[in-house]
């Protein structure tokens, strides 16, 4: 049981000259950030025309992106402009617990989305049967249920252990390595489980992904024209943009037996799978999606005409 009932979130305190600034630029991104995924998510759920597996997935995409980002960017915002860096004990455990659940799923419902595009390249005949809706649901119960399992055992391990020396958490959120620093026991069975349980979130998704995408090439490979190749590779190149930023920040982050000694490198890092990756998915997936692309552009054309138009059209269609 821990000593110590606050911690201290360095952050980028480190910099005091560039607080304000920080503060301005993170701010933004969170903003924009938000804006961005919840007009996916309100896309997806309104647009009749994305009932469809694959808008479902990124719906559910963005919907963990919103919670992690939540999770972690306001409470450091908060504590640069009032240079209050405390948090509870448990306020840190639970920070820590819903991170890693809402990371983890969004690996599984990475893996499910390499899935549905195996399913709808190589096998699109059977498609319709296959992706049906108890499937989705399925899966997609499957990918939250068990990300949300994943910090449960790491997260008691850590609350066992004794915090009796400096509260500081070199981080600007509560993340498992540098809690570990501040252990004063032996902690490498709390090393060893982290270990295996990142390595096994990662690798099974990854394998999933990795198998998928080696079925797609070879089946995109044998297509005859040159336009078809095309086509068919361009509805995975977003996934595939967005699984080699998120997993290669991720794996470097997390992949370690011990917790790494270069604090300041951990959270450049942390910034990519923190703030580039749902920075980036919803352009990613709107650019290069017609589909999403339509229904953005229909929206707001819809929400531009001023009331007079708006009703002038609706009263042209009851007249017909």
């Not at 503060?23 to 309100?42: A, G, H, Q």
């Not at 992706?131 to 391990?157: D, H, K, N």
């Not at 595939?240 to 011990?258: E, H, I, K, P, Q």
Request: charged share 10%.
């Amino acid at each position: 049981m821990s000593f110590i009932s606050t911690f201290f979130l360095v952050g980028f305190s480190g910099y005091p000259q560039f607080q304000l600034p920080i503060f301005c630029v993170f701010l933004l991104i969170y903003i924009f950030m938000v804006l961005e995924n919840t007009t996916i998510v309100l896309l997806v759920i309104h647009d009749s025309k994305l009932w469809k597996p694959m808008y479902i997935f990124i719906g559910n995409l963005s919907l963990l992106e919103i919670g992690y980002i939540n999770v972690t960017l306001p409470n450091m915002l908060f504590n640069i402009i009032t240079g209050n860096q405390e948090i509870s004990f448990n306020g840190c455990l639970a920070q820590l617990f819903l991170f890693v659940f809402l990371c983890a799923a969004e690996c599984y419902v990475l893996a499910t989305m390499a899935y549905d595009r195996y399913i709808a390249i190589c096998k699109p005949l059977q498609y319709t049967v296959l992706m049906q809706e108890r499937s989705i649901c399925c899966l997609l119960i499957c990918s939250w249920s068990a990300g949300l399992c994943t910090p449960v055992f790491p997260i008691y391990l850590l609350n066992k252990q004794n915090f009796c020396g400096s509260n500081k958490v070199d981080h600007y959120f509560c993340d498992s390595s540098p809690l570990m620093k501040l252990v004063c026991g032996n902690i490498k069975t709390e090393e060893l489980a982290n270990f295996l349980i990142a390595a096994f979130v990662l690798l099974s998704s990854l394998l999933v992904i990795s198998v998928s995408y080696i079925y797609i090439t070879w089946t995109i490979l044998k297509i005859s024209s040159s336009s078809g190749r095309q086509k068919a590779f361009s509805t995975c190149a977003s996934h595939l943009t967005v699984v080699c930023v998120f997993y290669g920040s991720l794996c470097s982050t997390y992949m370690r037996v011990a917790p790494a000694s270069n604090s300041a490198l951990d959270r450049i890092v942390s910034v990519l799978y923190l703030v580039i990756t749902p920075l980036f998915n919803p352009i990613i997936y709107t650019l290069r999606n017609q589909d999403v692309s339509h229904s953005l552009q229909n929206l707001l054309a819809k929400h531009s005409q001023n009331p007079l138009t708006r009703k002038h059209n609706q009263n042209n269609l009851t007249y017909r």
